[in-house]
């Protein structure tokens, strides 16, 4: 088996770092305890052992091809897709109400990990739809709503995001992409507009899995204000329907091309050209059809909205293929003879796995995933908390905590993804370069993580602004006192792990804080001194939590161990906690240097110096 | 033009860092001074700028290609080897009296350096035919060295290096290639050998470029003993010579397939056949007609000096794609319009170069390259010494310094190479992942670095075994010696800006002692331990040399800055120090906790836990 789910893992995390129990507590969820979620993750992994991991290297190979118009996605991706939506996978955390499952974020979480692990490429399709779902359940009418959802949670249809322009891509300020709105025979609006322009960079704007596609489109309305507070949203779908529901007429947006990627070769990425007058077919002439979605000119705030979603997804596709990259090099490690041990414990070659250097590489692979993985846990338990928890405080707390973290899940675990794939290439020596090894297919394929779903920069804009700036620090604050107990814990502990651990934490968090005081300090002064270190600053918050989750699943696996509970898997989280504390965690103190003392050369390097 | 060779960069490193005027009063070097350097750059920038780097894209478009046993490789390739081989570029480094220019290494390195720029995949083959010119230099006959050099230094025939089999990748005692002595009529060893085994990744193992390839094999003769001890090395010929010297019949070895690789794919990566019977033709039988070069079952110490060279060469191709990644995106970043200044310096879109994030990228794909390159630099210039100067404790001193570097060279400067690369790709966005723009060719070409010519591990065990524990850590520390002298300078320039790097080069040196002492006091008792921070310790060594170099760099920038000399290249000298230092040496403590204070979790990792 090319992915085996690590179930054990996401469980730990559910039960003990993200408390699902205590979800499960929430109104609306009372069936999506401990019991629940083992058997939702037990399913899951089957589907996506089985039948979506052996098609990403074959996605790899045989990309999504454009020809006239129309993607032919790789060969056996519709089948899996069939199945995928079949099994209600793509409704898993929808409302039931529209024929969703209606499971917490927590679960849904774990099981969108697997599907990435999988088959990154085949993954992002429901990963943009759900996107558009969120949107239209956000901002949709109730008549949008029951005309998109139930098709689009059952898999019948699927959805985008339309965002990127070719001048227009961090900067949505610059999208020129225009509705026009449509009258009737009275001369008055009649709630169609005609949409205008091209869009890059859509991922799943074309293929052939699904009977129609519901593009959810940035555009501007005549007279609009410049900029980002003139900017509308609108559903655009691929198929005009009929007043029964069934599809109608094609809609006047096309794919005039995909593009030839780095990764994710099976995802195809669409230009897509609304209003180029191809279609001809169209009573109202050229021109493609949308609906307003939301109000006008607050189509940015839905898409952040939703975005807030993929964001927090895209972090997951990052743990996705770290997993996946780390069980192939420990495969490898462990097939592979070479070289005697150097303690000459052994006098002929041994499995590589044994060589000190191999495992500090697996351990590093090992160590960002499981701590990115238990933060992401911990954050779409937040998530939950926020969305049903009965007590207006608390949800808004929740609230705090799910967004301060939105940022480092994406960012933190999305570079971190690329360091691990390239740690994944080189467990493999002369062979990780080779093609069919599969290696250097995580290497590729991660790279795009940092970039789609707004780059690290600007993950890190977000979480200074809107989540450190706006509050003036207090959620972070409240993060880092949440540590400083963990911190107590581990020193009441006592074991040499648990206090070598605490040292490195605290340390790590007293960075955290003076950093926190220079950004706090300085960004209305001196903006260029913080953003020269806002990325930093996001890498250290993310490094912080997420050796602050592994310190927490040490505590944790210490006292399973003398419960007597998996003993080997508690041994290794202790280790792995270890390991991210010495090597990882241990990073902050640098990390901290070059926000706080590193600015100096940013900023005075002139433009033209470079 | 896609490169523009950094000839003031490497001119400066020349001039005030190697201190090529010493080098050039050594014996054989008297014509070697700045001003024939400065001539030797122009003429290598102008032939790699205009003739090679065309070729870099195309290559990754129209790779080599394998059929029946031939490869082409990417159309304009020969042509372009023609006017390298016609240029004498093959002999710059290489003796006189075969042909060659008898140049430094240290100007050598510098037209190394913008070959791999130019053209990664072109530049291997060069690079593989300096290694066999090296060592038939080292332990070929008279006669061998008179029937093979002059052709190769005319780039007439090429050469390869064939250690690798598909069980003897890192670990060269499981070689299985056997060679058997062929007799005369009279029954007597006539000094050919047959050679028969599979040798893999044997880069320009076949190609069209050259009439004749000359193959260094290991091999084992018939008794000889297990392990590393037991191989020789042996010239192979793709095709025989007659007594005069012109190509006789086709000898025994034959590609029969070349690899699928993420990069460098221009550069084909064969599959080599020895004795697999298919000549036919030869009147001896199967077998491939080699000739002992060196002494018997002391081939690995042949090869590893030429093995050194080509190290230090696979360092320079670190450097060169970083180098070519950051124009790259630096040209890019001057061009994209995107987001208004966060100082709110302009009320519109900016090019990207001037956000503080983009502008700490490109920085640190700045400050790597730099450094690196210095530190190159000045190995090369101790090479020159080590071999040239009249005096042997200078020799020999020049020589410890050189030998101590190049796991360094090798080691630092390819995986910086990779983050470099990496950066490239982030600075363009979404455009980065498109594979047309090109900055991901860098990504997947770097991505070899690290692993051939032996991983960061083998380097790393080579920087612990034979560079520091060998010598007691002498060696180490007499650089850290001259580490401290720079300390003083930078007190004594007294600028801030000296100051701040004078800090951190401080911090880097005590870091990287408290490693030696580590490293030296428990490699015999805890060996496990020590190799669990052998690429730690290569890393914080790079970075420490590295950052080194920019250290003296500031110093003579701001000297010259004094003398009215290129003012805008100083100061960009200076601040790229300065962010060297703030951010990249600052990292030492945190190399120095994960060496000294994290080998627990790797040690006490069972290989079962993974």
Known sequence: ????????????????????????????????????AQAVLEECARLNQEVIAPLNWEGDKYPSSYHDGKVSTTPGFKQAFRQFAEGGWQGLQHPVQFGGQGLPKAIGAACVEMLNSANLSFALCPLLTDGAIEALLIAGTPEQQQTYLPKMISGEWTGTMNLTEPQAGSDLALVRSRAEPLQDAAGQPDGRYKVFGTKI??????????????????????????GVKGISLFI????????DGSLGPRNDVHCVSIEHKLGIKASPTAVLQFGDGLAGKLPTGPGAIGYLLGQENRGLETMF?????????????????????????????????????????????????????????????????????????????????????????QRQQHAAF????????????????????????????????????????????ARILTIYEGTTAIQANDLVGRK??????????????????????????????????????????????????FVLGNA???????????????????????????????????????????????????????????????????????????????????????
């Open 524 to 610: 209305k002064a001196d903006p260029n001194a913080v953003f020269a270190g806002s990325v930093p600053y996001l890498l250290l918050g993310g490094n912080l939590v997420a050796g602050w989750q592994l310190a927490r699943s040490l505590l944790v696996a210490e006292r399973e161990l003398v419960a007597g509970n998996e003993a080997d898997f508690m041994r290794a989280k202790i280790l792995t906690a270890r390991f991210y504390a010495d090597h990882l965690l241990s990073r902050a103190g640098s990390q901290r240097d070059s926000i706080v003392e590193g600015h100096a050369a940013v900023t005075e390097m002139a433009p033209e110096f470079f």
């Open 305 to 393: 909205i939703m975005m807030n979603a993929a964001r927090y997804a895209v972090g997951v596709q990052g743990i996705a293929v770290a997993e996946r990259a780390y069980q192939k090099a420990v495969g490898y490690a462990r097939d592979r003879l070479q070289s005697r041990p150097v303690d000459g414990s052994l006098a002929a070659a041994a499995p590589i796995i044994v060589h000190p250097d191999v495992k500090r590489m697996l351990l590093t692979m090992r160590a960002y995933t499981e701590g990115c993985r238990a933060m992401a846990s911990v954050a779409a338990a937040a998530y939950d908390g926020a969305h049903h928890h009965p007590e207006a405080e």
């Open 201 to 226: 960079f859509i991922t799943y704007g074309e293929h052939d899995m699904a009977s129609n596609i519901v593009h959810l489109v940035l555009a501007r309305t005549p007279g609009a204000p410049e």
């Open 236 to 243: 655009v779908p691929k198929f005009l329907l009929n007043p």
């Open 402 to 445: 799910y967004e301060f973290l939105v940022p480092l899940v994406k960012g933190y675990s999305t570079e971190m993804s690329i360091e691990v794939a390239s740690l994944g290439v080189q467990v493999h020596g002369g062979m990780g370069f080779i093609e069919e090894t599969g290696a250097a297919q995580y290497y590729r394929d």
């Open 1 to 36: 088996m090319s992915y085996v789910a690590p179930v054990k893992d996401l469980m730990f995390n559910l039960q003990h770092l993200a408390g699902l129990e205590q979800v499960a507590s929430l109104p609306g969820f009372e069936d999506a305890g401990l019991e629940t």
């Open 468 to 517: 450190t700036l706006r509050d003036g620090g207090r959620t972070a604050r409240a993060v880092a006192a949440q540590i400083e107990r963990t911190e107590a814990e581990l020193q009441a502990s006592g074991s040499a792990h648990a206090l070598a651990v605490c040292q490195r934490l605290q340390a790590a968090r007293q960075a955290f804080l003076e950093v926190l005081d």
